[in-house]
Every structure is written in C-alpha cells, then in structure tokens.
C-alpha cells in the first residue's frame, strides 16, 4: 500500500477483466438513507453515553448557505436556450465556503465515498473530527500522469471515489505510439472513466428504485483534479473552439479533440440525471488520484 505525504491510500489495481459488481456494490451501499461513518463500536457507545445515535455526517434538509447560494452546494447551473451554460460547470469553492474551511475540511469521508462538506456547519464531530457533509453531492478526484524514459513514453490514470471504494482506479493508457502518452491525454482519459463511472452509479440506483428502494436522490457529481488544462478547457475554451468549427482562436485545429467532444457527449449524459461540475485544485490537494496513476506505472 503506498503511503503519499502522510496519506494512506488503499489501492485497487484495475485490470480489463474487472469485476463490476463489486463497484456496483458500493453503489448500493451508498443509497443508504442516512449513511452513518464507520466508526468503532466502542466509540459508537461513547455517543450513545451521549444521548446520541452515532457519529451522522448527512445534512440534507436545511437552508441556503452563508453566502447566499441554494441549499445545494454546487449550485444548479442554469439553462440558456436549453443549454447549460460550460462556465457554471466550474465549482468554484472559495464562493461556496466561509474562510474557516481548509480544502481538506470541504471533503468529507461517508464510508467508502467522498462528499463535500456543509458550508453552514460550524461544529466537527468528536470523533472523527469532519464538518457534516452533503452526500448528495459526490467528489470524484482524478489524476492523469505521464512518464518519459530513454526509449518511450508511458502514462496512466488514477479515479479516487473513496478509501477502500471498490471502483477506485490505477490504470495504464494503452499504445505504444509515444503520441498516446501526454499528460494532457492522460488527464483526459482519465475524466473519461470517471464520467462512465458516474453513468453506472446513477444506473445501479434507477434499478433499486425501480425494486421499491427510497434513495437519497443524487444531486451533483464534483469532478477533481489538479489539472487548468482539463478544467479551463471544459469550462472555458469548449463553446468558443465549437463556435470556431473545432480551431483555435489562432486557427490551429484543436489537439484531442475527438476526446473533447466524446467528454462533451459523456457531460450531457450524465447531467440528464445529475449536475456535473469541475473542481480545480493545487496537485497537493490530489494526491489520492495521483497515487493511484503513479502505481500504474510502477506495476506495469
């Protein structure tokens, strides 16, 4: 198991034959209504001496926020002309959350998930020391990494859902042509799994639904990662390079683009369901998924 800057992360090295119902399991697992941490039992019992029923991290059913957004905290991007519009795909946390919350405290561990912390909460738990947490929002953190050696170049992907989450990945990018291997192509790749990835959960959870399961409904998939170019690209550049038939504002052809109008396809998918933003962060605050592409390349 690696150990990055004082961080513990399980890995699960994904393969082509990987077992999805695994992935689907923890699907199931986090429909629970509410989720309650996995603390020790000893522990459970010192909050029951407490007049408490546990250690609870769902807020799901209380006013907006101190700064004036909906109850949701990503927001609900609006509609022009039918369209979302790309710039409010950007999650923008230094608007969503008061000076108190560090980066890492805007990230709430529920199971084997990541959430986004309530930006009204004011007190963390005495035992696990976190804000409460909305779980209808899921954090998905990715990393794309690229490794140049004397003879060629490699790259893989890490996903990060969770701790010990089953759906975790730590991927190669196949070819042998030193063009599939950029860092760029990587970080691609990689949100491309992830969208895929959220479709099977939102799937997983239409068919409990369908079985008479009440489900916490899911409102926003927060996407991770430490890379502007994925990000500004997504939130930015998209809508002009379309509005340019696919070239630069220079009028050079754009590089990947094939992999952007197949994100651009994956997006739209997902957010018939579900809200799809991009979190940018500095690569300090991503080290879950850049463990986890870094063991691909270690393994492979």
């Given at each position: 198991?690696?150990s990055?800057?004082?961080?513990?992360?399980?890995?699960?090295i994904?393969?082509?034959?990987?077992?999805?119902?695994?992935?689907?399991?923890?699907a199931?697992e986090?429909?629970?209504?509410?989720?309650?941490?996995?603390?020790?039992?000893?522990e459970?019992?010192?909050?029951?001496?407490?007049?408490?029923?546990?250690?609870?991290?769902?807020?799901?059913?209380?006013?907006?926020?101190?700064?004036?957004n909906?109850?949701?905290?990503?927001?609900?991007?609006?509609?022009?002309?039918?369209?979302?519009n790309?710039?409010?795909?950007?999650?923008h946390?230094?608007n969503?959350?008061?000076t108190?919350?560090?980066?890492?405290?805007?990230?709430?561990d529920?199971?084997s998930?990541?959430?986004?912390a309530?930006?009204?909460?004011t007190?963390?738990?005495?035992?696990?020391?976190?804000?409460?947490?909305h779980?209808?929002?899921?954090?998905?953190a990715?990393?794309?990494?690229?490794?140049?050696?004397?003879t060629?170049?490699?790259?893989a992907?890490?996903?990060?859902?969770?701790?010990?989450?089953?759906?975790?990945?730590?991927?190669?990018?196949?070819?042998?042509?030193?063009?599939?291997?950029?860092t760029?192509?990587?970080?691609?790749?990689a949100?491309?799994?992830?969208?895929?990835?959220?479709?099977?959960?939102?799937?997983?959870?239409?068919?409990?639904?369908?079985?008479?399961?009440?489900?916490?409904?899911?409102?926003?998939?927060?996407?991770?990662?430490?890379?502007?170019?994925?990000?500004r690209?997504?939130?930015?550049?998209?809508?002009?390079?379309?509005k340019?038939?696919?070239?630069?504002?220079?009028?050079?052809?754009?590089?990947?683009?094939?992999?952007?109008?197949l994100?651009?396809?994956g997006i739209?998918?997902?957010?018939?369901?579900?809200?799809?933003?991009?979190?940018?962060?500095?690569k300090?605050?991503?080290?879950e998924?850049?463990?986890?592409?870094k063991?691909?390349?270690?393994?492979?």
């Open positions: 198991m690696p990055t800057a004082g961080i513990f992360v399980p890995v699960r994904n393969t082509k034959k990987k077992k999805l119902k695994e992935f689907e399991d923890e199931e986090l429909a629970r209504v509410p989720r309650v941490s996995r603390i020790p039992q000893k459970k019992a010192h909050h029951s001496s407490q007049g408490m029923e546990g250690c609870v991290h769902s807020s799901t059913a209380h006013g907006p926020s101190p700064k004036g909906s109850h949701h905290v990503a927001g609900s991007p609006e509609k022009k002309d039918g369209e979302i790309h710039a409010d795909r950007r999650f946390a230094e969503e959350y008061p108190r919350f560090s980066l890492q405290e805007m990230e709430i529920i199971g998930w990541i959430c986004l309530c930006p009204t909460s007190r963390k738990c005495r035992d696990c020391k976190q804000y409460e947490g779980e209808d929002s899921l954090v998905i990715i990393h794309g990494e690229c490794l140049t050696e004397k060629r170049k490699r790259s992907i890490g996903v990060f859902y969770g701790r010990g989450n089953a759906g975790n990945i730590s991927w190669p990018v196949p070819g042998k042509d030193d063009h599939s291997h950029t760029q192509i990587a970080d691609l790749t949100c491309l799994r992830a969208l895929r990835n959220a479709t099977l959960i939102i799937e997983k959870r239409s068919k409990m639904m369908r079985k008479g399961k009440v489900l916490m409904p899911l409102n926003t998939f927060v996407i991770k990662t430490d890379s502007e170019y994925l990000v690209s997504l939130t930015e550049w998209l809508p002009k390079w379309k340019n038939g696919w070239k630069t504002c220079k009028g050079v052809p754009v590089a990947n683009a094939d992999m952007f109008k994100l651009e396809t739209i998918m997902v957010e018939m369901v579900v809200q799809v933003k991009f979190w940018l962060v500095p300090e605050n991503n080290l998924a850049t463990c986890l592409a063991m691909a390349l270690m393994m492979e």
